[in-house]
Each structure stands twice: as structure tokens, then as C-alpha cells.
């Protein structure tokens, strides 16, 4: 047993989600959303790398001496998985520990909207899901590929840095690619992807252009492609797909995602105040033909307004959601007050609205 998993023993019984060792600090968990120290000794550079080498595979210890960053996945037999970051700051090495439960929560276990179940069923296109780092995108996605899992007989493939979730084969095959351990680059999975026979395509995330131009013409090829993008908004998540194209290829751009496009989820993680935990809020767009249409023409602008209008689709602003929390007494008001996009409709919930300095 290597030290440090008494530190992950640790923090799986009290339910924590992160664990952050850096030198010249005591190691820190982040349970329930806050950071909290754990009475232990400051930490020193040599020791900590001693700590962490104790786990790493040599090719990484070399990636990380070279670089002063690294990424990788562990796992404690029995406990669960962690996906892994060391990287260099001023006092010394640092490294942030994420856990992912080794049982996969269902759609019903996480309260999504039910059409997460259609977009599981989808024949083809393209899916996304955004939100901030620690949203809990891959919770959802791991959910949504488990019901596909077991609802279809297709071939599931997943491209990930590092791979989280795993899923066992139920009625699907899956197979599941880490990139620096089976492939070199999301790049090039995608580009061999394509001559795999899959059904279903996961890319852990469109980093680049090449990326996102190689998951679009999955999906327009027909393949099912889901990924994920650190956006906070529907609107802003095509904005953003966009925008990485040089001016001259944005047109054809737009073009190619309105025809590929089947929905986008973005979600905002929210500290329960019921009971320990956290639960998400989302905001679900469905790629109808107005979107489309929109998405063709450059009026992103105008899609929170169909949005707005499109809940017969299965569409859900992101307000919509957070009121559903807060009137079932599920989130903090000042929280839902803070995180929410039109922050007049929670103003009446606060017993002081609070003013934003950014609006003065």
C-alpha cells in the first residue's frame, strides 16, 4: 500500500471530491465545494515528490520532470479512481487528486431531465456537454453512455485524458482509449476512430481545432459523438466552436455544426443545503430547426429567447432549474441568486440583495 492512499482512504469516507497536496502547505480536501485542511504537517518539496513518485508510472515521472505538468489516472483497488495532475509551482511540486466513484450514477440517480435517456438513442450527431472545470460533466456524460450501455448493441468509444469513468460491457462493446498511454493525441484517435467501426463516440474534450473539425465529421458521417467544452452557456458553448476557426472557414463552420448539432447541456454544480452533497442545474438546448436555422444565420444571440420557448422540446433554461432547486429548499438562496442568469427573478428570495459591482 502505497502512503499516500491512506490519504484517498481518507477522503472517500467523508465524501470528499478533491485532494490537493502542494508544498509548504498541509494537504487540503474539497468536501461538499469548500476546501478544508486536514491536520497534517506542511509539506516538503522532496518529500512530496517522494510520495507521489511512490504511484507514478516511470513515463509520467519523466513527463513531469521535463514539463512541471502531468496527467494520469489511479486507482486504489477496492476504493476508487483518481484522475491525476502534478504540476510545478513556486514553493515546489504540487499535485490535485479528483475521485471518481467507481459505481456509475444512473440519469434517475442524478435527477436529469429525462430526454438525457433520447440523447442516449440518438442514431447520429453531435452532443455537448459544458459547464466550468468540477461542474460534473463527466458524471453526466458516464450516465448517459451507461443508459446507451444498456439499451443498445453498438460499438461505444471512448477517447480520454485520463480515462475516468469505466464502463463494463453490457449490451455494447466498449472499448477505451487514454491518451499518452494508447494514443498519442484526441487528434489522432479521432482520425483512426473513424476507420473503427464505432457506433458512439466520447472525446473527453474539443481542445482544438483540429478536434472539434474531426468530431464534426464523425457526427456528420454517422456516428453518434458526444464531448465536452468548459462553456457556461449554450449560446456561448457555439460561440465559442465557432470562433476557433479562422474567419474564412466560420461560414462553412456554422453551416457544418447546424446540420450536426443535437443538443447541448450546460450545467452549474450547486452545495445542497438539505442533506451532504451537490447537485447540478441544467441548461438544456435541443437542436431544432429554428436553432438550426439561427446557428446557419450567426443569431446566437436570439437562442436563450428559443430556449425560452422551445420546453414542449425538452428545453430548459438554466433560471428554470435553479428555481426548481430553491423552491424545493435544495440550494441556498444567495447561491441561486449568484449563479443564476437573470438575477431579478431571485431577488425576492434574499432578505438583502446583495449589489453586484460589476452592474454598478
Given at each position: 500500500m ?6 484517498f ?7 470528499a471530491s478533491?485532494l ?8 487540503i480536501i ?5 476546501l478544508?485542511?486536514?491536520?497534517y ?9 517522494k ?8 513515463n509520467?515521472?519523466?513527463?513531469f520532470?521535463?514539463t512541471?505538468?502531468?496527467d494520469?489516472?489511479y486507482e486504489v483497488p477496492?476504493l ?10 513556486r514553493?515546489?511540486a504540487a ?6 466513484p467507481?459505481?456509475i450514477l444512473?440519469?434517475e440517480?442524478l435527477g436529469?431531465?429525462s ?13 455537448l456537454v ?10 453526466t456524460?458516464?450516465a448517459i453512455i451507461?443508459y ?5 448493441k453498438d ?5 480520454e485524458?485520463p ?5 463494463e ?13 494508447d494514443?498519442s493525441?484526441?487528434k489522432?484517435?479521432l482520425?483512426?476512430a473513424?476507420r473503427?467501426?464505432?457506433?458512439i ?5 474539443l481542445?482544438?481545432l483540429e478536434?472539434?473539425?474531426l468530431?464534426?465529421e ?6 453518434l459523438?458526444?464531448?465536452?467544452l468548459?462553456t ?8 465559442r ?10 461560414g462553412?463552420?456554422?453551416s ?7 443538443a447541448?447541456?450546460a450545467q ?5 443545503i438539505?442533506?451532504p ?10 437542436a431544432?430547426p429554428?436553432v438550426?436555422n ?5 443569431k446566437?444571440?436570439q437562442?436563450n429567447s ?5 420546453k414542449?422540446y425538452?428545453m430548459?433554461?438554466l433560471d428554470?432549474a435553479i428555481?426548481?432547486?430553491l423552491q424545493k429548499k ?6 441561486a441568486?449568484?449563479k443564476a ?7 425576492d ?5 446583495p449589489q453586484d459591482?460589476t452592474?454598478v
Open positions: 502505497a502512503q499516500i492512499d491512506a490519504f482512504k481518507m477522503m472517500h469516507e467523508l465524501g478533491d490537493h497536496l502542494s508544498t509548504g502547505s498541509q494537504p474539497r468536501l461538499h465545494g469548500d478544508q485542511r486536514i491536520k504537517k506542511t509539506l516538503e518539496h522532496e518529500e512530496l515528490k510520495m507521489l513518485y511512490e504511484i507514478t508510472p516511470e509520467k515521472v519523466k513527463s520532470e521535463e512541471g505538468d502531468v494520469f489516472s477496492n476508487a479512481r483518481y484522475r491525476v495532475n502534478f504540476f510545478m509551482q514553493r515546489g499535485a490535485v487528486f479528483r475521485e471518481i467507481q459505481k444512473s440519469i440517480d436529469l431531465p430526454i438525457m435517456k433520447r440523447m442516449a438513442l440518438l442514431p447520429k450527431g453531435l452532443v459544458t459547464g466550468p472545470t468540477g461542474s460534473g460533466k463527466s458524471t456524460l458516464a451507461d446507451a450501455n444498456k439499451t443498445r460499438h461505444i468509444l471512448t477517447i485524458d480515462i475516468e469513468f469505466v464502463h460491457p453490457v449490451h455494447c462493446l466498449i472499448n477505451q482509449r487514454e491518451v499518452g498511454r494514443t493525441s484526441f489522432a484517435a482520425r483512426g473513424l473503427e467501426d464505432p457506433d463516440i466520447l472525446v473527453g474534450e481542445r482544438d478536434t472539434i473539425e468530431a464534426l464523425a457526427a456528420e458521417t454517422g456516428h459523438v458526444f464531448g465536452t468548459h457556461i452557456s449554450a449560446s456561448k458553448t457555439i460561440d466552436i465557432i470562433e476557433v476557426f479562422p474567419g474564412e472557414m466560420q462553412q463552420i456554422r457544418s455544426l447546424s446540420e450536426s448539432l443535437r447541448i447541456i452549474t454544480l450547486f452545495k445542497r438539505d442533506k452533497g451537490r447537485v447540478a442545474a441544467l441548461e438544456v438546448l435541443i431544432t429554428a438550426r439561427l446557428i446557419r444565420e450567426n446566437n444571440f437562442i428559443v430556449i425560452e420557448t422551445g414542449k425538452g430548459q433554461p428554470d428555481m426548481k432547486h435544495i440550494i441556498d438562496s444567495e447561491d441568486y449568484n442568469v437573470n438575477k431579478s427573478k431571485f431577488k428570495f434574499l432578505s438583502e440583495p459591482f452592474e
